[in-house]
Nanobody, 114 residues
């Protein structure tokens, strides 16, 4: 049973933009935190941005001022708008949702070419 559906990854040139989306199924409820993590080969998964059910946000220092996280509670969906992308943003991006459990998306590849 698919719990989280991610979309929006792809290949973009440095300086470009992408928007990631993650829709949580209705079987996930009482959602408080929604967020995005990323991982590159050989490195630990790291937090990119997160947002609470009340709209409080938290960003990694490396993406502050460039990325914006938002959510639509009615649609159980979280978004990540990524602007001014850099080659070092290249990674697999994972959606994370915490509600009646902790759930991870399948990951979506973001590649930024120089």
């Amino acid at each position: 049973q698919v719990q989280l559906v991610e979309s929006g990854g792809g290949l973009v040139q440095a300086g470009g933009s992408l928007r990631l989306s993650c829709a949580a199924s209705r079987s996930i409820f009482s959602i408080d935190f929604m967020g995005w993590y990323r991982q590159t080969p050989g490195k630990q998964r790291e937090l990119v941005a997160e947002i609470t059910d009340r709209g409080r946000t938290n960003y990694a220092d490396s993406v502050k001022g460039r990325f914006t996280i938002s959510r639509d509670n009615a649609k159980n969906t979280v978004y990540l708008q990524m602007n001014s992308l850099k080659p070092e943003d290249t990674a697999v991006y994972y959606c994370y949702v915490h509600g009646n459990g902790a759930y991870w998306g399948q990951g979506t590849q973001v590649t930024v070419s120089s």
